[in-house]
C-alpha cells in the first residue's frame, strides 16, 4: 500500500511499504472554473441537480415539494416527470440517496423500501431489498451527489451506502469496529457486499463517538478503482475493486485550507435510534473524474463555536440576526476543489468555487462540471439555473 501526504503548496512527502523518499513537485499549474454554457429549467418549486449522464446529453433533478423526479436535455427541455409518493409496491419510502442514472434510460433510487431500478417515465424495472431490517436513518442532501454504479469484470453493479444497523449504534465501540461505508450491489442477482471499513488509522477509531454527517461517504469509481473519502476525516482512500471485495491501495493526506476536522464527542452522549446531521461539518462532499483530472470538492466547515452563537440568538427569538450571522459563516467558510493527475495522483491545484454558485457542490457529466446558480432571494423564479463549466489552465 502506497501512502501519500500531500501539502497544498508544492511539496509532497511519499511513503511506501518497501521505501521512503521524498519529492519535490513541480510548481503547480493554476486553474480556474471556465463557463461553457447555461441552461434554465422551467420548473416552479425546489429542484436539485442530482446526476447528469456520463456523456452529458441528460440531467437529473429531484423536487422535494412535490417528490418529483425530473429529467432534461442539456438545454433544459423537460423530458420526463414522475413521483412515487403513494403506497404502492413499486414506492421507495424515504429516500437514502438522491436518484442517480443506471445506463443510458433507467434510474436508481435507493429508499428505506429497497433499491428500485425505473426507466425513465418511472416504470419499476426492479427492485432489491435491503439485506437487514433498517433501524434510525438519515441523508445528506449535496447537489450532485446520488448513488453511484460501476462496470467490473462485464457485469453492472451499484455502490450505494451501507445502513445495515449491526446491532449498534455510534455510542458502542462495536459500531467502529464492524461500520462498512458502502453496499456492491449484483444488479442481477441483487447481492449486496459490504466494503469500506474505517481503515488503521483512522480517526474514528480514536475512543471518541461521530454523527453520521461527520463520516457521510464521497466516492467516484472509476474502472476497477474506487475514491473514498470518510467525510469529514481528510484522507483519500484509493481502492481496487473486484466482484467481491475492495483492496486499499493508496492512502493520500489531505491539507485543506482552515478544515475543521471533526472532534467526535464522549460516547455516552449518543442515544440508540437517534441520527443527527449537521450541514456545517467539514467534509470532502462528492468526488468527481473529468478526462485526465480527479477533482475533491471539499467544505472547511463551520466553526462550531460561532454555530453556537448563532443557534443562540435563534433560541432568544433573534430569528432576523440568527439568519444574517449564519449567513455571514457560511460565506465565510473556505469551500473548493482540490485537483489531482489522475495518471499518479500527484498534486495540481486548488480551486475556488465559481461566483454565483454559494460554494454549493456539483454534479460531472460528459467531461463537464454542473452547478447550480444560488436563486435570487429577492425574486421568486420559476426556473433553475445550471452553469456548464469546464477546468482550465491559465
Known sequence: MKVFSTLLCSILFVSSCS???EQVAEEPL????ELVDSLDLEFLGNPMLSDVNKDGTSLLFFDYPSQKIITSDAIGNIKHSFSKGEDTPDTYGFMLERPGFYGEDQL????RNGLFLFDLDGNMQKKIPHPESLGASGSNNEI???TESVRLKGKDYLLPKSVRPRNSYPGEQEFYDTYRALELVDIETGAMTELIPF????KFLNGKGYIQSDYTPALEALNDKLFFVHGGDPQLYVYQLNPNDARLDTVIHLEIPSFII???RERAEFQQGHVEINGGTASIRNIHVLDDLLLLDYYSGMDPKKSVEAE???????????????RKLEDEIPKGTLVYKLADLSYVGNVPSPAKTGGRSYASGG???WFQKLPDPDVEEDFLRIYKMKLIAK
Open 312 to 326: 443562540g440568538l435563534w433560541k432568544q427569538g433573534k430569528e432576523e440576526e440568527a439568519k444574517a450571522m449564519y
Open 19 to 21: 521505501e521512503k523518499s
Open 30 to 33: 493554476s486553474y480556474e472554473w
Open 367 to 369: 467531461g463537464y462540471a
Open 199 to 202: 481503515e488503521e488509522g483512522s
Open 262 to 264: 471533526p472532534e467526535g
Open 144 to 146: 450532485g451527489k446520488s
Open 108 to 111: 436508481a433510487i435507493y429508499g
